[in-house]
């Protein structure tokens, strides 16, 4: 089972929709959640942290669920200018290396 | 702030030849990482650096990869000899020591090795 798994997508939805992503991760001891968001031949750049408590910046909401092991994204209201891949990404438990999800893929049409 | 630079931005190689990949990473950043992208693989951990120590070093391919941090301003990956299959965009990033905060990822390098 890999560290981190997430559904590739890809996810095309118009504009205005919302847009969930999960992300699973496989170990219980994990510290510190992230999403990234990566535009095309570009570097992955942070979007947000994950909070135990939950965490809302905008449009966006990301959620963790230790007892699942999961972590996930909301995009409401999507722009055009949303479209681009997501990244999850945990860092293990007293450890400082972060491992990342292979991404999920969001289109956004008009 | 300049961020995480990288270079070269891309480097096209022959098979068999030595590539030398550079990063300097955002200074107070005491921890450094690199990662390699491909579309089956996705972003592996190489190798990371604390206080430009090598800590892990399990996602370095084989013996043809190494990777050093003399100070903590530059870091380099070396591989050597180069092959077709590292082919790939390759990352650095860094960050304070625990990561609490994510990490900042330079521009990468697009290796093609012919």
């Known amino acids: 089972r890999k560290e981190v798994e997430q559904d590739p997508g890809p996810f095309n939805v118009p504009e205005g929709a919302t847009v969930a992503f999960n992300c699973t991760y496989s170990n219980s001891a994990s510290q510190s959640f992230f999403w990234y968001r990566q535009d095309c031949r570009k570097e992955p750049k942070l979007l947000m942290s994950v909070y135990s408590s939950g965490n809302e910046d905008g449009r966006f909401t990301a959620q963790l669920n230790r007892a699942s092991q999961y972590i996930s994204l909301l995009i409401r209201d999507s722009k055009l200018s949303d479209s681009a891949t997501y990244l999850c990404?945990?860092?293990?438990?007293?450890?400082?290396?972060?491992?990342f999800g292979a991404g999920t893929r969001l289109t956004v049409k008009p | 702030d300049a961020g995480v630079i990288q270079s070269p931005r891309h480097e096209v190689t022959e098979m068999g030849q030595e590539v030398t990949l550079r990063c300097k990473p955002i200074?107070?950043?005491?921890?450094l990482f690199w990662y390699r992208q491909t579309m089956m693989r996705g972003l592996e951990l190489l190798i990371y650096f604390n206080n430009n120590v090598p800590i892990d070093d399990s996602g370095m391919p084989e013996d043809r990869f190494s990777a050093k941090m003399p100070n903590a301003s530059f870091s380099t990956l070396k591989i050597q000899p180069s092959e077709p299959r590292d082919s790939a965009v390759y990352f650095c990033a860094s960050s304070t020591r625990t990561g609490n905060y994510g990490y900042t990822f330079g521009s990468g390098t697009r290796l093609t090795v012919v």
């Open positions: 200074s107070g950043h005491n921890s």
């Open positions: 990404a945990v860092v293990p438990y007293n450890n400082n290396d972060m491992r």
